[in-house]
């Protein structure tokens, strides 16, 4: 690794910084109701939209948000499922591929409705064309955008404004966010040389008197959503290592920064609503030194590389580059396993599988924690979850009622979020179990290495990121209603219990800052809320990551 | 009720935006603004006849040409993919082994000391198109030998068709297999 390599780390988080404060203050200011400029561009267009879909812009009750959420999500994913059904009966198939397989169908509609894009069929081979575009695009832009409703409601509901209309934030995420950005991205992409077309498979000669068929397709709109939605599904099976998906270091940085947009600038957004920007910026402090711990934990370990390849005496001053792509070399490769874990995003430009153990260790603790700024929406929501327990153990142990922002956390709300801690660990580690005991020749790599290829499935699926440890042949109806199951749990159960906790605390009166209020803008509550992370996290999963990557790499 | 209503009508004006509208207006844009890339980097010979893409891979056997990294698919571009082997998996080590052993071979000038770790390892994609400077240099005798061609000639190809970081900072130098053995053999 050079210099270079780790200077343009920096440079990229140096971006990612840059862009935080102005696209938070943008996002504050094109979710609020309140009459602004943002408003007054983008009103005349929505309002032919909320005609067309019926919609009215009237506040819904919490209950009535939390309902029109997973309400219109099931909807959806029911309709996502029926065209995967039948997609080899429909126009636009021009490799003539067959209808899903109703397993793979049910998981694959939920994992895009999810923002989590587990794929257990291959792009080439498994959706057409008219999938592709429609229905897999579709949930690529829907499920970000329900994401994006539910953490400005989450946070309305903790500044004790009212939820909002889940619809109109809907269509605001898509309209004032998610459209105007893929758009400009797509193109961008398109001169960097992702193709954009809906021709078939090119078939070529090679020069040594070979048939080479070429797959494409519509592939740059579908990634600038992708990235940008948190959402991680490729178009072609190897996702982002594919040289149509990602062909040079430029779309790789692009796609790295419109990863890390939207989540990194809702810690902003979130404080310029509560009203001082300092509560945010202690928050996204904190993220970042968790992901430059993560980044240097991963730079190393794929730079020493695997032992057993070094010693075979050849010349591996490039790290470990087993499943990896020489443009981007070890430096990115290992960069983009970080932050698409971070990120919940669950793009891959390289093999997670082949990663060395604890370079392949970070991003499955990325995804266990899901707080190192994490998914589009819920990753915040979630950071904000566990800035509420911070405070509330910092409380119980000085001895006073917790106070978040003025209101006061009680046993309602504090049941609420034992609940949505507990659901996570259940949902990874029985199913692992399960997996482990009933479909062990499904893993395809001997020994720790197995354990963690079923730990990161569901660790993955939970975490709604969609990246996986492609080895495992995750093709079968046990992985495919399992995760599938996991998924929608991982997704739909915290938004429900996170938005009652938000008007729970929504209706609660403020009470005035005191000399003993502990305060939640100060680098010690940073430490606080980071400790608490990491003790409920390594409380939770130690044990599973000690026998998976750590084992691993005490045997190489 | 009102919300399955509502959910339908959203649905649909939602699709008409999100994949139609979207999906054709980069597609008619790429079109027109740069139709060789959004077609797939294409490359044509003199005929008009594709001989396949400047960013996907083909596998090379003839010692007369630059040999691209391990493909597990053989650089069956209908797909991708690789055997997905973990650092601890002995299939790992048995195929590098071999790859090894392959090399000695074909290669009796070159120490295995300078054999760069990207040639014998498979790509993330299987279809990966580079090959490391140090990859190429390393083959020089062997092509130089089987082709006639002056080993400083082949070394100002290499650098021809490497491509460098972009920006100068981001990724790493690679040269692109398929060009550089596409000048081979307009040098042979």
């Known amino acids: ?556 | 009720m009102r919300i399955i209503w509502v959910t339908l009508r959203t649905t649909f004006t939602l699709a008409i935006v999100c994949c139609l509208i979207y999906n054709l207006a980069v597609w008619a844009v790429a079109q027109a603004a740069a139709p060789d890339k959004a077609n797939g980097s294409l490359i044509r010979n003199a005929e008009g006849q594709v001989i396949g893409s400047s960013l996907i891979g083909q596998s090379f056997t003839d010692p007369g040409y630059f040999h691209g990294r391990v493909s597990s698919i053989d650089y069956d571009a209908n797909g991708s993919g690789t055997p997905n082997y973990a650092p601890s998996n002995p299939e790992l080590l048995t195929r590098t082994e071999k790859s090894i052993a392959e090399w000695k071979t074909e290669n009796p000038d070159v120490a295995i000391s300078e054999l760069p770790i990207d040639l014998i390892t498979n790509s993330g994609s299987g279809l990966d198109p580079h090959i490391s400077p140090a990859a190429a240099e390393a083959q020089i005798p062997r092509v130089s030998k089987a082709t006639g061609i002056a080993k400083d000639k082949l070394e100002q190809l290499i650098q021809a068709h490497t491509q460098g970081r972009s920006l100068g900072l981001f990724g790493e130098p690679a040269v692109n297999v398929l060009e550089l053995n596409l000048a081979v053999q307009a040098a042979k």
Do not use: C
């Open chain 1, 1 to 556: 690794m050079t210099v270079i390599s780790i200077l343009a780390i920096a440079v990229t988080l140096l971006i990612m910084i840059a862009l935080a404060k102005p696209v938070g203050l943008y996002l504050a200011a094109a979710f609020d109701y309140a009459p602004n400029r943002i408003n007054r561009i983008f009103s005349p267009i929505e309002r032919i939209l909320y005609k067309i879909s019926g919609v009215r812009e009237e506040s819904q009750s919490w209950k009535m948000y939390a309902l029109s959420l997973i309400g219109s999500n099931a909807i959806m994913i029911f309709i996502v499922y029926l065209v995967l059904r039948f997609q080899g009966m429909l126009p636009l198939n021009p490799a003539g591929i067959a209808n899903m397989e109703p397993t793979l169908a049910f998981n694959t509609a939920i994992s895009f409705m999810a923002n989590t894009d587990l794929q257990h069929y291959s792009g080439e081979s498994g959706v057409s064309y008219l999938s592709q575009i429609s229905v897999l695009v579709f949930a690529m832009f829907v499920s970000p955008a329900t994401g994006l409703a539910l953490v400005m409601a989450f946070i309305r509901g903790l500044t004790g404004k009212a939820a909002g209309n889940f619809f109109v934030d809907l269509i605001r995420a898509l309209t004032r966010v998610l459209l105007p950005v893929a758009f400009v991205s797509a193109l961008l992409f398109v001169f960097m040389g992702v193709p954009q077309t809906f021709e078939p498979a090119a078939t070529a000669t090679t020069i040594e008197g070979t048939q080479q068929e070429i797959a494409r397709g519509p592939i740059a709109s579908f990634l600038a959503i992708k990235e940008l939605g948190n959402n991680g599904g490729g178009f072609l099976g190897v996702n982002s290592a594919h040289p149509f998906e990602n062909p040079n270091g430029l779309s790789n940085l692009l796609q790295i920064l419109l990863m890390l947009l939207v989540t990194t600038s809702l810690p902003f957004a979130y404080g310029k609503m509560a009203g001082s920007i300092k509560q945010g910026r202690v928050l996204f402090v904190s993220m970042l030194m968790m992901l430059i711990v993560m980044t240097s934990i991963s730079l190393t370990a794929e730079h020493v590389g695997n032992p057993a390849l070094n010693a075979l005496g050849i010349q591996h001053d490039q790290g470990s580059m087993e499943g990896k792509e020489v443009r981007f070399g070890e430096a990115q490769s290992a960069f983009y396993s970080v932050i698409t874990t971070a990120a919940e995003t669950g793009a891959v430009n390289t093999m997670h599988d082949t990663l060395t153990p604890i370079g392949g260790m970070v991003p499955l603790v990325n995804m266990m924690l899901n707080t190192v700024f994490g998914g589009m929406g819920v990753g915040f929501v979630n950071v904000l979850m566990y800035a509420i327990i911070a405070v509330f153990l910092s409380g119980l142990m000085v001895g006073r009622t917790p106070e978040f922002l003025g209101r006061k956390i009680e046993g309602k709300e504090m049941k609420l979020i034992a609940v949505t801690l507990l659901v996570q660990p259940f949902l990874i580690l029985v199913p692992t179990a399960i997996a482990l005991a009933t479909n062990p020749d499904t893993i395809s790599n001997p020994g720790f290495h197995g354990l963690t290829q079923a730990l990161y499935e569901f660790t993955s699926s939970a975490a709604n990121n969609g990246s996986g440890f492609e080895g495992l042949g995750d093709a079968t109806p046990f992985w495919n209603i399992s995760t599938g199951i996991v998924m929608f749990l991982g997704r739909y159960v915290s938004m429900v219990t996170l938005l009652a906790v938000a008007g729970s605390l929504a209706a609660k009166k403020p009470i005035p800052q005191s000399s003993g209020t502990f305060r939640t803008d100060t680098a010690m509550f940073g430490a606080v809320f980071v400790g608490v992370v990491l003790i409920v996290g390594a409380l939770t999963f130690f044990p599973a990551v000690v026998l998976g990557p750590i084992a691993e790499q005490l045997t190489l």
